[in-house]
């Protein structure tokens, strides 16, 4: 068969990236737009290899029970693939089926590639006192359009760099949705417009014109988590989901004290790729006043304000450093009463999407942390990394708490905790 042949597909599994998996005379197809037991009508893109094909779902033939209407419209199956926007792979599954599909993809990969065996749940956003909407929209408080040469305003096809204009913006919180409709009524340079909504409610706009550099200083915006303040740059890296960084501090903790029963003040703790503090704030938070805690991270700009975000610790510190080369250093050149207290600290890690690697697990293990707090954005990554701990006497034996933060999307975050 070749490129741009039609078939049809019984869907019986799922597979990372927002595709599931389908069988075509034995063959594994590779299909996004549907979900497991479903039969469809697909079109072939790549059959270039042997072991699998790509394919991209045409027509619904029989849909399973968990489908529902889009809820974008501009990705719905009804729109040419072509023509799909990107971003809202899950939004045709009903929210506690996205959740439960998740939950499987990180089952899955932690047995696959981990060789592990873990207990593994997927939770909602939020709490008592701030939920998720009941379909899973109106939650990104940071947005990227996207301006072509023809002046086109839009997202992303999915799988392309080719814009699609978009009436709304169905994920977005309702004051990003407005700044984007302006942003399309008015006339933007080719390039990329990054849109955020901090806590004050303001929507900034920041246009990124293909090849040229921003010609100022990024604002500094606030975010808040609970009562505390956090200062960021406007345009750097900062939770995306209006209730992430809430969640996620609050799960980490949670996990920490059911695993440790509470943070030794007088150990040294390290926040790894910590970005602007947000976990280390969680760690003083936990351990007090004196708590002496390290945030690492490589963009200057986020060190800086996770110093000021961290003032009020006078045993914390943040360090501009890549993460692999200040383990490495630490693990060579600690002294004894270094040492001592690293082995009594909790190491905190939430590397990007590639993970952490082989390199940085094997320094975090030179250091012998009493435990390690991995919070993941990638299941497969994350499944990696726990081998490597693994082999190296760090178990997950908490399991894996994952939680939702990207609704209608595949993506998902997780935080486990390790022990030796």
Known sequence: MHDGDLIELDITGIAHGGVFVGRHEGRVVFVPDTLPGERIRARLTDTRKKAFWRAEAIEVLEAAPERQPHVWQAAAIEVDPSERVGGAEFGHIALAHQRALKERVIREAVERVGRLELPVEVAIAGDDAQRESSDGTGWRTR??????????????????????????????????????????????????IDLVQPAD????????????????????????????????????FWQVHRLAARTLTSLVSAELTASLGGLDPDATHLDLYGGVGLFAATLGEMG??????????????????????????????AETARVDRFVAALAAGASARERERLSRGVVLLDPPRAGAGRAVVEGIAALAPTAVVYVACDPVALSRDLATFAELGYRADRGIRGVDLFPNSHHVEAVTVLRR
Do not use: K
């Open 288 to 317: 007090g006043s004196g708590t002496r805690v390290v945030s690492v991270e490589s963009d200057p700009r986020a060190t800086e304000h996770a110093g000021e975000n961290l003032a009020e610790w006078i045993g914390a510190r």
């Open 143 to 192: 947005v990227s359009l996207h301006v072509d040469d023809g002046g086109r305003v839009g997202a992303f096809a999915a799988r392309s760099h080719h814009v699609v204009e978009t009436v709304d913006l169905p994920l977005a919180t309702e004051a990003i949705a407005l700044a984007a409709s302006e942003v399309r009524a008015g006339r933007a340079l080719p390039g990329r």
């Open 201 to 236: 409610g303001r929507v900034r706009v920041l246009p990124r014109p293909e090849g040229e550099r921003p010609s100022s200083e990024p604002e500094v915006i606030e975010e808040r988590v609970g009562d505390r303040v956090f200062r960021v740059g406007a345009g750097g």
